[in-house]
């Protein structure tokens, strides 16, 4: 059988997609490194915040925002404390756990993904029920979960969504976090976690369907909170930056996009987001849609492909529509009359906004 080409992968993992910004900054690393990880936790957040080596190599900003939000998650990592990285959808919390453990660990696919159907197997172990049937509990018929491997292997395993995962599975995590042992009760043998070994755990309070924590999980977390942009321009420049990144692995034959088509499209974000237009003088009725800067990437690059391939690769007013609309307009009753009265009111009077205002009216028609 062929090896699949990781580099026609439609998405590679952060370590592969960065591999020589991780090897540049391991190899200009001299500072202390906690036990297993590749590199120390100042080049860690260098990492993800970006900047320029002393051998002129420069790092692209994974994470654009307050530089201490990092800091405190690569500190928290390095003691024995689990991280949860929470935050409202589309605040960057799987990219941020993505980049971290590919950083300390060279490795970030050790990932459970929380949903209500995850089962306790998937964060502890399997088995294999073939060997289990033939020979009985034995090491060999045990399937080891992403913890169980990274406990072993110490390195980092990520969970993503932890409360989607129904209460008792999340509780499973209480002796791994606590006493950095998974017991194998059928053998009565345990996994003790390698020095390296830790959890990053991501979580939202949004969405319904939510299972809370338990206190007890709870005080096993340092809570890191992913707030979303502070300012306009910050947002813009974080569309910009995936925008162009998801261009190239997609290779789009469409022109970058002009600042001014992004500052639209996170503008009118911003405004639904807060209820209020920029300059505070209108109040806004608010969507039922989150109106995440993530959900803005994606109507970028919808416009994008459609300028691209239906257009001349130029993005434009008409190009944003469809996507903007389709963002915005979750509930087909409320959310409509929340992106019509946008539209009247605030889109169709702004300077050099008709053509959105226009095309925005023909796709609702």
Same mark, same amino acid.
């Given at each position: 059988?062929? !090896? ?8 590679? %993992?952060?370590?592969?997609?960065? $591999? ?12 202390? #490194?906690? !036990? ?7 080049? &860690? ?20 925002g ?14 024995? #404390? ?5 935050g ?7 990219? &941020?756990?993505? %980049? ?15 949903? $209500? ?5 998937? &964060? ?21 979960? !992403?913890?169980? #491997? ?7 395993? +990520? ?7 129904? @209460? ?5 995590l ?8 998974? !017991? ?16 990053? $755990? ?5 969405? #319904?369907? &939510? ?8 005080? +096993? ?41 992004? +500052? +639209? ?16 003088? *209108?109040?806004?009725? *608010?969507? *039922?849609?989150?109106?995440? *800067? ?8 919808h ?5 691209? %391939?239906? =257009? ?9 529509a469809? @996507?903007?609309? =389709? ?5 087909p ?11 009247e ?21």
């Amino acid at each position: 059988m062929t !090896p699949p080409d990781t580099n026609a992968a439609l998405r590679q %993992h952060a370590e592969q997609q960065y $591999a020589s910004e991780l090897d540049a900054l391991i190899a200009s690393d001299t500072r202390q #490194r906690p !036990p297993r990880w590749r590199m120390s936790p100042w080049a &860690v957040a260098t990492y993800l915040l970006g900047g320029r080596l002393d051998n002129g190599v420069t790092v692209s900003a994974k994470y654009i925002g307050n530089p201490r939000v990092i800091e405190i998650a690569v500190a928290t990592l390095a003691t024995d #404390r689990a991280l949860l990285l929470l935050g409202v959808p589309g605040t960057a919390k799987s990219w &941020v756990s993505e %980049h971290l453990a590919a950083a300390i660990s060279g490795d970030s696919t050790l990932v459970v993904q929380g949903t $209500a159907g995850t089962s306790e197997e998937a &964060v502890r172990y399997g088995w294999n029920y073939a060997q289990l049937l033939s020979k009985g509990p034995s090491q060999e018929a045990i399937v080891p979960s !992403p913890v169980m #491997r990274a406990m072993r292997n110490g390195k980092i395993a +990520r969970i993503e969504e932890l409360t989607r995962m129904p @209460g008792e599975v999340q509780d499973s995590l209480i002796s791994v976090l606590s006493e950095k042992v998974l !017991p194998i009760a059928e053998l009565d043998d345990e996994v003790l976690a390698q020095k390296g070994f830790n959890i990053i $755990a991501t979580a939202n309070d949004r969405d #319904r369907g &939510v299972n809370e924590l338990s206190s007890a999980l709870k005080r +096993r977390f340092n809570t890191v909170v992913l707030p979303p942009p502070r300012s306009a321009d910050e947002e813009v420049r974080i569309v910009e930056t995936r925008v162009a990144s998801i261009g190239r692995a997609l290779e789009l034959p469409a022109e970058t996009p002009a600042l001014e088509e992004i +500052r +639209r499209i996170v503008t009118v974000f911003r405004e639904l987001r807060e209820g209020a237009t920029a300059d505070g003088k *209108t109040k806004l009725k *608010t969507p *039922t849609a989150s109106m995440s *800067t993530a959900e803005a990437i994606s109507v970028i690059t919808h416009g994008l492909s459609l300028a691209a %391939h239906f =257009g001349d690769g130029v993005l434009r007013g008409a190009d944003l529509a469809a @996507g903007m609309v =389709g963002a915005i307009v979750k509930d087909p009753v409320q959310d409509r009359v929340v992106m019509l009265e946008y539209l009247e009111t605030v889109v169709k009077e702004r300077e050099g906004w008709k053509d959105l205002y226009r095309a925005c009216r023909d796709v609702m028609n």
